[in-house]
C-alpha cells in the first residue's frame, strides 16, 4: 500500500501560469513532510520540510503547505528554469523516507 | 569538497566485473543511505548505516554489498550484476535519526550505473 502519493504524474505550464502539485500521504504520527527537487540525472536537492497541519514554508517560487491528509506545493508565475522532477517523501520508523513517483513539471516560454 | 560527494559519476561494467562505488558527506552528519534509482520507479531505499553501524538492509540481493568505515564515508561493492541492476545509485546523509530535521536526507550526484 503507497503511503505516498503525488499528482499528476506531469504537468506543463506555460513560464507564468502558476499551479499547484500535490502530495498525500497515509501515515499516522506524522514527523515531518519533505520536499526535493530533482534534475535529470541528478541527486535530488532538499527544499522543504513541513512539520504540523497549516505549516507554509517559502522559497523563491514555490510555496509549501501542510494538511492532515496532503501536502500542496504551489509553484508561482514560474519559469522554464523550474521545470524538473519534484518529489514529496515521509519517514518510516526509523531512518528511511518513503518517497513518492514525483511529478514532472515542464515550464514553457 | 561540500556537501555529499560520489565517483565516479558514471560506470559501465560486465556481469562479472567487480566495482566500488564512494560516496563522502561533508555535513558532519551520523546516518547514511544509498538509495536505487530506476526510470519511473520511485527512490529505493538499499541500506542505512547510523554511526557506522548498519541498521537496515531492504531485502537488496547480496551481489550488493555495502561498508562504512566511518561516518563520513560509505561504499557500495558491486559483484556479478544483472543487466537489470542498471539505474542510478544515490547516496545521501542526514544527522541521524528520530523524525524532524533529523530525518532530512542530503543526496549526492548520483551514479549511473549501466550493467552490460
Known amino acids: 500500500e503507497d503511503q505516498v502519493t503525488q499528482s499528476p504524474e506531469a504537468l506543463r505550464l506555460q513560464e507564468g501560469e502558476s499551479s499547484s502539485l500535490n502530495c498525500s500521504y497515509t501515515?499516522?504520527?506524522?514527523?515531518?513532510l519533505f520536499w526535493y527537487r530533482q534534475d535529470p540525472g541528478k541527486g535530488p536537492e532538499f527544499l522543504f520540510t513541513?512539520?504540523?497541519a497549516g505549516e507554509e514554508k517559502e522559497k523563491e517560487r514555490l510555496k509549501a503547505t501542510l494538511t492532515k491528509k496532503e501536502s500542496f506545493l504551489h509553484i508561482t508565475a514560474p519559469k522554464p528554469e523550474d521545470s524538473a522532477t519534484y518529489l514529496c517523501a515521509v519517514p518510516w520508523p526509523g531512518y528511511a523516507l518513503n518517497f513518492g513517483k514525483g511529478t514532472s513539471l515542464l515550464v514553457t516560454p | 569538497e561540500t556537501g555529499v560527494t560520489q565517483t565516479p559519476r558514471h560506470l559501465v561494467m560486465g556481469m562479472t566485473n567487480k566495482k566500488s562505488l564512494k560516496c563522502e558527506q561533508h555535513?558532519?552528519?551520523?546516518?547514511m543511505y544509498w538509495y536505487k534509482q530506476s526510470a519511473k520507479k520511485p527512490l529505493e531505499l538499499m541500506f542505512v548505516?547510523?554511526?557506522?553501524?548498519?541498521?537496515e538492509n531492504n531485502s537488496v540481493p547480496s551481489r550488493f554489498s555495502p561498508e562504512c568505515p566511518n561516518s563520513s564515508h560509505l561504499f557500495l561493492h558491486l559483484h556479478t550484476l544483472q543487466p537489470e541492476d542498471s539505474a542510478l545509485y544515490l547516496c545521501a546523509s542526514s544527522p541521524g535519526r528520530g523524525g524532524g530535521r533529523n530525518n532530512e536526507q542530503f543526496f549526492g550526484p548520483g551514479t549511473r550505473l549501466t550493467v552490460l
Open positions: 555535513l558532519g552528519h551520523n546516518a
Open positions: 501515515v499516522s504520527g506524522l514527523r515531518g
Open positions: 513541513l512539520y504540523s
Open positions: 548505516y547510523n554511526f557506522k553501524e548498519q541498521t
